[in-house]
């Protein structure tokens, strides 16, 4: 059993290694936190980042192990000049509560709706990345009177039959939860979560030790385990055509985990739709092309949606 200043000494080396990422983002970033559903009693707090102002953006991070928010440190400085860009880490990531819970497209589509109600937004142009797709997918469906805008990232369960979870990425978060590990991370990272593995700088490797440190927090297992991969189940396209909001695809041209070829079939099915795909970059489009991407997706969101 951890002693009390134990634990007390990795909260410590935890914030200051999020602080010291946060600091490299490069705009004001506030860490705030809200209290909001109640699960079994409990209130539940959700963690997140806020910086800039103006029209309300939304990023919903991954689902690589650990880390949460954080995740889009490329991404919120230049969006923030523009935009005030709300980034929360989900239930079961970053420093968000980690309860008992189901922690499917339905469970997250549930909290991110309580989310939003608490904090006071009726309208958000919504950014998911990977699993955060496939639950921004799931939210658009659920609550499409939320979101002015859709933005899906490399993303995560669309289309009945076109994906399934690779072989190499349930080994990768098999290990990471029963033994978390920057160099397992590293490596991972450097094969398939970016093109070109030079790319990799020190801001990278700090979030990939920062989501081991929330992994060995109490619970931060639970989202894997619980959750079972449940979270990325495909949507079936006919579902997909059900989305009328403007919705922008973004694709890492090389992303050999979830290919450029799902994206080009959700297109097929989705109304009022466009795809960008960025050469020389994989998963992590926006770590491999950070100012590619960052323009895409400025030029998208600046667009006049009136007819929404």
Not at 60 to 71: N, V
């Amino acid at each position: 059993m951890l002693t009390s200043s134990y634990k007390d000494w990795l909260l410590m080396k935890r914030i200051a290694l999020l602080q010291k990422i946060v600091k490299q983002i490069g705009v004001p970033v506030e860490h705030l936190s809200v209290q909001g559903a109640t699960i079994k009693g409990r209130r539940i707090k959700t963690s997140y980042l806020s910086a800039g102002a103006g029209k309300p953006i939304l990023l919903l991070h991954g689902g690589d192990a650990g880390a949460g928010s954080i995740r889009w440190y490329p991404v919120i400085g230049p969006l923030s000049t523009c935009f005030r860009v709300i980034v929360p880490d989900m239930l079961g990531y970053g420093e968000s509560d980690k309860p008992f819970a189901s922690y499917d497209r339905s469970f997250f589509s549930a909290w991110l709706k309580n989310y939003l109600d608490t904090l006071g937004l009726k309208k958000v142009s919504l950014v998911g990345h990977s699993v955060g797709g496939a639950i921004a997918s799931q939210f658009t469906l659920d609550h499409p009177e939320y979101i002015e805008q859709l933005v899906l990232v490399n993303a995560a369960g669309l289309g009945e039959g076109t994906q399934r979870i690779p072989a190499r990425i349930k080994v990768r978060m098999i290990w990471q939860n029963l033994f978390p590990s920057c160099a397992a991370s590293r490596w991972f990272l450097e094969h398939y979560g970016l093109f070109n593995a030079r790319m990799i700088n020190e801001t990278m490797l700090d979030i990939e030790e920062y989501g081991c440190e929330v992994i060995r927090m109490s619970g931060g297992r639970r989202v894997f385990w619980l959750g079972r991969g449940r979270v990325i189940d495909p949507i079936p396209l006919e579902r997909l055509g059900q989305i009328t909001q403007p919705t922008l695809l973004v694709w890492g041209e090389e992303d050999i985990n979830f290919p450029p070829a799902i994206a080009r079939l959700a297109m097929k099915m989705m109304k009022d739709t466009q795809l960008c795909l960025i050469p020389r970059a994989g998963h992590n489009c926006f770590y491999d092309q950070p100012d590619m991407f960052n323009d895409i997706l400025k030029r998208f969101l600046m667009e006049d949606n009136s007819r929404v």
